[in-house]
């Protein structure tokens, strides 16, 4: 496979998987309604931010695959984070599980920090390119326990 036909793969497939989940919950959608806490930002935000999480997470992943660095551990750990991140607005939005989300997302964090280990491990830009998405994770950690405890 060329290297663009493998760094396509790589950033739509996060993309997909985020516009995906993105469809099934937006019928439930309740972020406006939420008491929400200091630093919250407007809900225009996100699908801004998550585009470029899942762009900067592909090529992340491109890196490693087009370099023939990925191994079953990395595609793992890579692919369990991507599961773990569908699911959580899931949980949090559609069923309303919003102290289970608390616990889902500390599991989300710890995947993601695992991954950048990981990554930089085999490629220091790999790991560094998964740094803003740990980052905006520790922020939604940050908005899942107010949003929980503004809104009992």
Do not use: H
């Not at 995906?20 to 919250?40: C, E, H, N, R, T």
């Not at 616990?103 to 390119?129: A, E, P, T």
């Amino acid at each position: 496979m060329t290297k663009f036909k493998i760094y396509l793969k790589s950033i739509m497939i996060p993309v997909l998987v985020g516009g995906l989940v993105g469809f099934l919950i937006s019928g439930s959608m309740d972020y406006s309604s939420l008491q929400k806490p200091f630093l919250a930002p407007p809900a225009i935000l996100f699908p801004i931010v998550w585009t470029i999480l899942y762009i900067l997470m592909g090529v992340s992943y491109g890196i490693l695959e087009s370099n023939s660095l990925m191994d079953w551990k990395d595609q793992f750990i890579y692919y369990f984070q991507l599961f773990v991140n569908a699911l959580w607005p899931i949980f949090f939005f559609l069923l309303k599980w919003r102290f289970f989300s608390i616990f889902w997302i500390f599991l989300l964090v710890v995947s993601v920090f695992i991954l950048i280990v990981r990554f930089y491990q085999k490629n220091k830009m790999s790991g560094l390119l998964q740094i803003p998405y740990l980052l905006w994770c520790l922020f939604a950690t940050y908005l899942n326990i107010s949003m929980y405890l503004l809104n009992r």
